[in-house]
């Protein structure tokens, strides 16, 4: 009686993945240490108290942004400290209701486009006082256009409606996806893609805990949306590998899931490449060309889709022939 023959193993055009599992998995089990260990010196750290340093739209306060009218020549230059120190000394009106004016000792200065715009944080201000400060930031910086200035102030009470809502939006997409992969896949599969995006949410959120603890990056409702965009886009790209492999289980049954594996992600690996390149080619135009409002938000999108990349490539399949053997 002679044997079936078993299939051959069709040509792989890049590399066998799964022969350099272990070095993926170190580089990601490095990242996510590493990532932990931001969120929680950021949790530990007095001035922030969180595992990100939360924006004016979580904790509430009064943000002025503001463009000096320098002509076509340079700004006078001038510092954070010196704009701090001229607001600490300020004495503001008090409010319509008669209470007592916030000091500004405190205020947080950023210096943008050299020297060009500031951006200031401050508690949350009245009208009044929100046009004293900015009648002595004149007084201190040179004319300001009028085109330029904003003054945008959230209270307390919306800053932490916004950071629940955020919250809630976070987890209810997640539960939706990890519904729908364990609707249309076998438990396997939906596990891995799960572990895949729980990576990338947390490496970009270590890449911003870090931020916050060394550059005072703040994370806001931008910062938000862009995990659910991250959230999505990891299960997508992970989804086109897995779909991969379900299709050629009964041609390759043959061979050995690690071969599977590797023919799965060869034959993707192109189509994951240029779609992510793809979608980087915009991000970074905002990223150098979006103006200040929007970096950060490209930062946050180009770093997961860049991470959700490699885990569907270098994460989930390397992982898939450890778990279908158990």
């Not at 070095?23 to 922030?48: D, R």
């Not at 209470?99 to 405190?106: H, I, K, M, V």
């Not at 943008?112 to 201000?125: E, I, K």
């Amino acid at each position: 009686m002679t044997a079936t023959p078993l299939p051959a193993l069709p040509r792989i055009r890049f590399f066998r993945i799964t022969r350099q599992r272990q070095l993926a998995w170190w580089g990601s089990a490095l990242a996510c240490l590493l990532s932990v260990l931001g969120l929680v010196l950021c949790w530990l750290n007095p001035a922030i108290g969180a595992p990100l340093k939360p924006g004016l739209d979580f904790t509430g306060g009064t943000q002025i942004q503001v463009e000096r009218a320098c002509g076509p020549g340079a700004c006078t230059p001038i510092s954070a400290l010196q704009v701090q120190e001229r607001l600490a000394r300020l004495d503001l009106p008090a409010d319509e209701r008669g209470t007592g004016a916030p000091r500004l000792e405190s205020a947080q200065v950023q210096v943008l486009d050299q020297g060009r715009s500031l951006v200031l944080r401050l508690p949350a201000l009245a009208p009044a006082q929100g046009a004293a400060v900015l009648a002595d930031l004149q007084a201190l910086v040179g004319p300001l256009q009028s085109a330029g200035t904003g003054v945008n102030t959230i209270g307390p009470t919306l800053g932490a409606q916004l950071l629940q809502s955020s919250v809630v939006s976070l987890v209810v997409s997640f539960a939706a996806i990890a519904l729908y992969i364990a609707f249309r896949y076998d438990r396997v599969f939906a596990f891995l893609a799960l572990i895949c995006l729980a990576h990338d949410v947390l490496i970009t959120c270590g890449l911003f805990a870090w931020l916050g603890l060394l550059r005072g990056v703040e994370v806001d409702s931008l910062f938000a949306v862009a995990l659910i965009t991250v959230a999505g886009y990891s299960v997508t790209d992970t989804v086109v590998v897995f779909d991969r492999i379900r299709e050629q289980k009964t041609l390759l049954s043959g061979l050995a899931m690690s071969d599977q594996v590797d023919v799965a992600v060869d034959a993707t690996l192109t189509r994951s490449l240029y779609t992510s390149f793809t979608t980087l080619l915009p991000l970074l135009g905002l990223i150098f060309f979006g103006g200040h409002s929007l970096f950060w938000f490209s930062v946050a999108l180009a770093t997961g889709i860049a991470v959700g990349s490699w885990s569907s490539i270098g994460l989930a399949p390397t992982l898939l022939p450890v778990f279908s053997r158990r």
